[in-house]
């Protein structure tokens, strides 16, 4: 009896032993799983990083942060264009149009558009004139810019004309300025503390200090 007691736990032994050999034999199971597990263990932790660097970055129902008051300017609204263009018509029905390298509304209730490397296109009764400046305000309601530095207009006749410290009304065609303006027509060139200007009727009213220095033979009479 012990005899055959122990062949049947020898058979058993020899079963788990063969089991066992199998499953290191080269080319097994356990070969294909550790190339599992070298091949995707990798792949699985590049992918919990990259969970734990984007998960924080992910909208939540809730934020939570802290401010000084002291120090934070609330923007409601704002707006920015590159190469941004705005249409019109002159008060006579005549289309102009308004161009800008950049145009920023910081708020729509303001009504009013920096820009940046701003060309103006109207059309005059001589025939279209061009007006550039390094940058303005529009006013959207109003469709008046008031001009930083130098503006020039140059028409289709050659009539040029440059001044500073001046507004341009784009449906009247007028330049008003005030605190000391400055400029040139083809006759000269002026400077008065204050200037009106039709640009459509050629005209220009100087008051206040006026100064102008006329170019001899350059007036040209109507």
């Known amino acids: 009896m012990a005899i055959g007691k122990r062949r049947i736990e020898t058979q058993e032994a020899q079963q788990l032993r063969s089991r066992r050999q199998h499953f290191a034999a080269p080319g097994g199971s356990h070969d294909r799983l ?19 660097i984007i998960t924080p970055l992910s ?64 059309l005059m009764s001589e025939g279209p004139a061009r007006v550039e400046a390094p940058g303005g305000q529009y006013d959207i309601r109003e469709d008046v810019v008031d001009v930083n530095g130098t503006m020039t207009m140059a028409a289709a006749d050659g009539y040029r004309m440059s001044a500073s410290g001046v507004s341009l009304d784009l449906k009247d065609k007028t330049l008003e300025g005030s605190g000391g303006v400055e400029g040139a027509v083809p006759a000269g060139t002026f400077r008065a503390d204050r200037l009106d200007a039709d640009l459509d009727q050629r005209t220009v009213t100087l008051t206040g200090n006026a100064r102008l ?3 001899p033979g350059k007036l040209r009479m109507p």
Request: glycine content about 8%.
């Open 34 to 52: 550790v190339r599992f597990l070298a091949r995707f263990l990798p792949m699985g932790v590049g992918i919990v990083a990259a969970l734990m």
């Open 59 to 122: 909208p939540r129902g809730e934020i939570s942060f802290l401010l000084d008051r002291n120090e934070v300017a609330v923007i409601q609204e704002r707006l920015r264009v590159d190469n941004a263009l705005y249409r019109g018509q002159d008060a006579q029905g005549r289309p102009f149009s308004l161009t800008a390298g950049e145009a920023v509304q910081k708020s729509s209730v303001e009504g009013i558009v920096r820009l940046d490397e701003l060309v103006a296109r109207l």
């Open 213 to 215: 220095r006329m170019e």
